[in-house]
């Protein structure tokens, strides 16, 4: 138990470290900096953790809400820079693959797809939809 202890407070003061570092950063535009500091990010939140956040203190339990605001004008701003970047191509689709979240954004698209076809009413599942061209890229078929 003590371990699991040290493990949670470890934790705690990494995110908190990354919390104040991110806050103070002068852009959250992608470049060097920037991106390590979420690489960071999201190697200390991705696995499980026995984190209790409402066990915490207020400072500690008020960190998600800023930490998910920033995290959101991050993503805002690396969308927007690839999207600039893509946008100077002739076929940007043929280039999508250079967005490094890219196959994330294919995955979420397939179970969004899933779960409407699931669901829909009448159990017809919809032929077309707004990712459809850019997904079959991809290999997902509807």
């Known amino acids: 138990m003590e371990s699991q202890n040290k493990e949670v ?6 995110i908190t470290g990354l919390h104040a570092t991110i806050s ?4 959250l535009s992608p470049g ?6 979420f690489t960071d990010l999201v190697t200390a939140c991705v696995p499980a953790s026995p984190v209790d956040v409402t066990k915490l203190g207020p400072e500690a339990q008020k960190m998600p809400e800023g930490l998910i605001r920033l995290c959101s004008e991050a ?6 820079h690839y999207s600039d970047m893509l946008a100077a191509f002739d076929n940007p689709l043929d280039h999508l693959d250079m967005f490094p979240y890219y196959s994330n954004y294919i995955n979420l698209s397939k179970l969004e797809y899933e779960l409407l076809a699931r669901y829909v009413p009448g159990g017809i599942a919809p032929a077309r939809v707004a990712f459809k061209k850019p ?3 991809q290999g997902l078929e509807m």
């Open 75 to 80: 993503e805002g701003k690396l969308e927007a």
């Open 135 to 137: 997904c079959l890229k």
């Open 32 to 37: 060097p900096d920037v991106n390590a500091l």
């Open 24 to 27: 103070k950063l002068p852009s």
């Open 9 to 14: 407070d470890a934790l705690v003061q990494k």
